[in-house]
Every structure is written in structure tokens, then in C-alpha cells.
């Protein structure tokens, strides 16, 4: 192991444990997170961050699923939301790529007004957006099921992207019924936009998940685990008639979970800018700020209904500090790199981290 490897892993876990903090207390982001980590295999945020810089570059597409409908106000929430409005923003910055941001109708208001606040052009079309700089398209899917695979298909006629991303964005389960956490059914609600998903994954399209209960689009990668742990997620456990329980059908390759996605985004986005060497691309405490607080002008809503700032109940006196030390703990290792190189050396000659890159 070299000290370069050394720092990284320990950068995963330090953004690893703060995507995981548990302030409700109740325990979900603990059990989720065990699976996902052997999934793994190492630190969730920086095994993602590694995918995207290895399958991401200039010119690129970059799908990104979204959207997640509340009963019973028939409104999105902010959750999966605002993060993936600012993974596109960090995308374009760090790749000069094209995110093409994939959600249902109701969230298209607010993705055109925080693009706006976020500093960068939307697009209608993908070609649009593939033509000018700083861009990104925004694509409303389908909720009927009748009109999904054509809709999928003409998607990816446009452009096949590099990477598909899905980010808090439910998914159906065996049965074809889509749940909110507590099992009640939602299938009318919500986009069929994990058909998109499974026809990017078909075609060896490098993705991703990210979710926070394993009712979102990839998050049977780890389903064993989920239906024996995760209330309402094994058959006949779902408020509704479907009697298949809330865990998706479909299975990402890379996965990561939190406590809330929003988080797990966050910091699959900070890992990635330490890997770029530039923390500078991961948003300050005062753009998520802004993006937080346009989001609930535009409409979007917590995960207990309310219109305010705030991300699956977590208002900003959390989002901030967290982004914020986020952000410090990618910044601060090359700062004392050179006072530290000789603390590595007798640490890792110890022994004890032997076996974690595959010594």
C-alpha cells in the first residue's frame, strides 16, 4: 500500500460516515450500508468516484434518473432532487460533459429553475444541449408502462450515454407496483423510468444507484439483504394488493446508500474532486444553500410533506455543516501531505491496513 492509497481509503470512509450519520436514529442507513459496502468491496463514495472518472470524459452523455412523487400530495420531493440538479452542475464543470437529466413531469419546474440559480443552460432536446457549452437537457418520462420501452428506445437513439446514473428515483418491484417507504402504492404516481435504466444496463452502459431504503431503481443489487432487514421490503409486507413487498426488481452494478440520497450523492461528488485534484468542483455550503431554498420555491417537498428547505426532514443547520465539512475533508490532505509522508510510512509498515488495496 502507498501513502497515496492509504489517504484515499481514508478519505472514503471519513465521506462514507458522514453520508451514513443517523439523526433520526432508526437505524435503516446502519443495515443498508453493511451489504452495500461488501457489494463494494471498499469506501461506496470513492469506489463510485473511481467508475465516473474512469467512464466519464469530454463530450459525453451522462443520464440522470430522478424524481420521486409524494403521496398524498402528488408533489416530488427534494431528495434525489436537488443533488442530482447539482451532480449535473458538477459534471459539466468536471468533464465538460452533457448530463441529460431524466425525470417525471413534475419535477420540470423546478429543474428549470434550478438550473437557473445553479448557473448553467437547460435544454428540451439533447442535441441542444450537446451543442452549447455549460449545458444540460431535461427529459419528462412516461408513467404509462405501455409507452416506456419506445420512449427509452428513442432516448438512447439520440446518444448513448457513458454513464446512467439513478438517484432516489423509485423503481418497480417483482410484481410491477411501485411503494413509498411504507408500502403504499404509488404505481400510477411515478415514472417508469427504470425500463430506461435496465435498457442503459442492457446495453453494458456503466451505472449506478444511489437510494436510501431499497424502494429506488437498482437497490436489488443487495435485496437479500434489504427483504430480511428493511421493514415493509419482503412479499406480502406492502400496504397494497401487489403482495411483493417494497424492494425493487432491478439491480445496479455500483451502488451507494445513506441515510438520505441526497447525501450519498454529496459525497460520491466529493471523492470524485479529491480524485480530479480539485475540491474546488464540490459545491460550497452557500450554493446548497441556494439550491435548497429554490427548490422549495419551486414546489418540491420534504419527505413530510412540508415546503421548505429541507431534505428528507433535514433542514439546512444539517445540509450545510455537512456539505461544508465534506468539502474540508478533500481539501485539507494535500495541504500537509508533505509534513505527514513519514507518519504513512511507519503506519502502513505495521501492517494493519495490509489486504485493503489486495497486498
Not at 443533488?83 to 452533457?98: G, N, V
Request: glycine share 8%; net charge negative; with cysteine.
Amino acid at each position: 500500500m502507498t501513502n497515496e492509497e492509504l489517504t484515499l481509503y481514508n478519505i472514503g470512509e471519513n465521506l462514507d460516515s458522514l453520508m451514513t450519520l443517523d439523526p433520526r436514529g432508526y437505524g435503516v442507513c446502519r443495515i443498508l450500508y453493511r451489504a452495500a459496502r461488501d457489494y463494494a468491496g471498499e469506501p461506496l463514495s470513492v469506489h463510485a468516484a473511481k467508475g465516473l472518472v474512469a467512464h466519464i470524459h469530454s463530450g459525453d452523455l451522462v443520464y440522470i434518473i430522478t424524481g420521486f412523487v409524494l403521496l398524498p400530495w402528488k408533489q416530488p420531493e427534494t431528495d434525489g432532487m436537488v443533488s442530482s440538479m447539482m451532480l449535473a452542475r458538477f459534471l459539466i464543470k468536471a468533464f465538460d460533459c452533457t448530463p441529460v437529466l431524466v425525470v417525471p413531469e413534475e419535477c420540470m419546474e423546478a429543474v428549470r429553475r434550478l438550473a437557473m440559480v445553479l448557473g448553467f443552460h437547460l435544454y428540451d432536446s439533447v442535441e441542444e444541449a450537446q451543442e452549447y457549452p455549460f449545458s444540460m437537457c431535461a427529459v419528462p418520462f412516461t408513467k404509462d408502462d405501455r409507452e416506456a420501452p419506445a420512449q427509452a428506445e428513442a432516448l438512447l437513439a439520440k446518444g448513448v450515454p457513458a454513464a446512467v446514473i439513478t438517484n432516489e428515483a423509485p423503481g418497480r418491484n417483482a410484481k410491477g407496483a411501485y411503494h413509498n417507504a411504507v408500502g403504499k402504492c404509488l404505481t400510477e404516481l411515478e415514472a417508469k423510468s427504470d425500463v430506461l435504466f435496465n435498457a442503459c444496463k442492457a446495453r453494458g452502459i456503466y451505472n449506478l444507484s444511489i437510494g436510501d431504503l431499497g424502494n429506488e431503481i437498482g437497490m436489488a443489487a443487495i435485496g437479500d439483504h434489504i427483504r430480511k432487514y428493511v421493514p415493509h421490503a419482503d412479499d406480502g409486507e406492502c400496504e397494497c394488493s401487489c403482495g411483493g413487498g417494497i424492494l425493487v426488481e432491478s439491480t445496479a452494478d455500483n451502488l451507494i446508500t445513506a441515510t438520505c440520497s441526497d447525501w450519498g450523492c454529496n459525497a460520491m461528488m466529493a471523492a470524485t474532486a479529491y480524485l480530479l485534484g480539485n475540491a474546488d468542483l464540490f459545491q460550497s455550503e452557500e450554493v446548497q444553500q441556494r439550491a435548497m431554498e429554490e427548490a422549495a420555491r419551486a414546489g418540491l417537498l420534504d419527505m413530510y410533506g412540508r415546503n421548505i428547505p429541507s431534505i428528507d426532514g433535514f433542514g439546512r443547520s444539517i445540509n450545510l455543516p455537512l456539505v461544508k465539512l465534506m468539502k474540508e475533508l478533500i481539501s485539507y490532505p494535500p495541504k500537509v501531505v508533505q509534513k505527514t509522508s513519514g507518519w504513512f510510512a511507519d503506519t502502513i509498515a505495521k501492517g494493519y491496513f495490509d489486504g485493503y488495496y489486495g497486498e
